[in-house]
């Protein structure tokens, strides 16, 4: 259905809806780590902006097994990348035009998509183990995962942040509520595209609102790099998320 406005011009501006599908990758718990009849937990793997759900899927090989399925969805937003290679499909969570109402907006509207995924798969696969299960996101989609963990405790009961910091200035509500996900940020000093003191900034008010926090400096600037999964798996463990 169009909508139709009068603008200040005399002319009148509508709109439609546009719908697609979007894209995901469900990797289910190896079999061995599962025990029979247990749901497994399960880690729902952001990736960065540009990014695809397969390029983050092989980002992610480098995680040793720690029992979790895996689910790899798609930025819903597609926009073209020309690179020297050629041209691909780039994805992102949400556009962003500084903090504003706009950009809650944004975060709010890719929340509603990221829930649905995550509804459908547990109806497609099966049920979650819920209190292990894990968000972790990457630069963009670190920002996202952050709020999305924050506003849905009941759904995971870890959160991973890389390469971004948590936007603690829409959370207030949410940091004052208990229990908070256990919460890993990695971040690099070097990383160009978020200050390093921002993730401090993160550490420091999830702490003072009661999260077990922990902040994983690692080099290579804007990256995951295998160094930081490695301490993702020691993390998963030492906090009881994995089978």
Do not use: N
Not at 58 to 82: D, I, N
Not at 90 to 106: K, P, Q, T, V
Not at 110 to 130: I, P, S
Not at 156 to 179: D, N, Q, W, Y
């Amino acid at each position: 259905m169009s909508t139709l406005e009068p603008t200040e011009s005399g002319y009148l501006e509508g709109s439609t809806e546009f719908r697609r599908p979007v894209r995901h990758i469900f990797c289910p718990s190896p079999a061995p780590m599962a025990p029979q009849g247990a749901a497994p937990p399960l880690l729902t793997a952001l990736h960065g902006q540009g990014m695809s759900a397969e390029g983050f899927r092989r980002v992610l090989r480098h995680l040793p097994p720690t029992g979790h399925a895996q689910l790899f969805p798609e930025g819903p937003y597609v926009f073209e990348r020309r690179e020297p290679q050629g041209i691909r499909a780039g994805h992102g969570w949400y556009i962003y035009l500084g903090d504003s109402d706009d950009f809650r907006r944004e975060l709010d509207r890719t929340e509603a998509h990221l829930l649905h995924v995550l509804d459908a798969v547990e109806e497609q696969h099966g049920t979650t183990d819920r209190a292990r299960s894990v968000l972790l996101g990457f630069s963009q989609g670190g920002y996202l995962a952050g709020y999305v963990a924050l506003r849905h405790p009941e759904r995971f009961g870890g959160l991973v942040i890389s390469a971004a910091r948590l936007k603690h200035e829409f959370l207030t509500m949410e940091l004052t509520r208990a229990p908070l996900p256990a919460v890993l940020l990695l971040h690099s000093p070097d990383d160009p595209a978020t200050p390093f003191a921002r993730a401090e900034e993160s550490r420091d008010v999830l702490a003072a609102a009661g999260a077990d926090v922990e902040l994983f400096s690692h080099p290579g600037g804007h990256r995951l790099p295998a160094e930081a999964l490695l301490r993702v798996e020691a993390w998963l463990a030492e906090r009881g998320l994995v089978r």
